[in-house]
Every structure is written in structure tokens, then in C-alpha cells.
């Protein structure tokens, strides 16, 4: 058994974009899956990306966001959905100004987005 606590997890952040890992290869020893919880800063947008090796499933816990798919498709979500990506999906989000956008991702086998992000 893992118990984590907030002095357990991570903070990575680029401009707009604050992914506090919960579950990650930094903290745990899970070898299935990587937690995290992403914020979306009103009027930010978090590019447009794939995970060639790992599917991903989004739980909006708060906000509105427009999805950012392949080529230049989008999609509303909203708090309460879920989206799930496959491995190589095309996948991103562009948030209003009015409210942050939040959600769980579950990434499925676990990344360590440090290198993504880097240090926040």
C-alpha cells in the first residue's frame, strides 16, 4: 500500500498550465498509471500534443474548455464529462476568460511529465 499526502506530490508548470502530479514514477510505484491533477488558467490554452505510448482518460472536475483535436477538429467539454484518448490521439484545450478549467487525467502506462513540463 502507497499513502501519499500533498508534501508527497509535485507541481510542473508551463505558462497557463498547472499539473500537480499525484500519482507519478516520482512518488509511487504504481506501474499502471500516472495521476494528475491539471488547472487551466482562464484564457490560457494547453497546445495541441499526443502520448505515442500511453492512452489517457480526462474527469472535468470544474470549467468549460474547448478540446483541441487532429487536424483542427474541436469539441466542447464541460465539468462532469470524461474523455478518454487513445495512445497517439491528438488531443489539447483552449479555455475562455471567464473560468479556470480542471480535470483528472489518468494516463495509462504512467509518464513521467517532468520532462514535459519541467519544474514548476
Partial sequence: MEFLTN?????????????LQLVSP???????????????????????????ASEQIWIVTSGEGTLLL???ETRVIRSGEVVRFE??????????ED???????????????TSIYGRG
Fill in 70 to 72: 487532429a487536424d483542427g
Fill in 87 to 96: 495512445k497517439g490521439d491528438v488531443h489539447g484545450v483552449e479555455v475562455g
Fill in 7 to 19: 508534501k508527497d506530490f509535485r507541481s510542473l508548470s508551463n505558462p497557463g498550465v498547472t499539473s
Fill in 26 to 52: 516520482h512518488n509511487s510505484g504504481s506501474q499502471q498509471v500516472t495521476i494528475t491533477q491539471v488547472t487551466v488558467s482562464p484564457g490560457a490554452r494547453q497546445a495541441r500534443h499526443a502520448h505515442q
Fill in 99 to 113: 473560468q479556470a478549467f480542471v480535470y483528472l487525467a489518468v494516463t495509462s502506462p504512467p509518464i513521467d511529465f
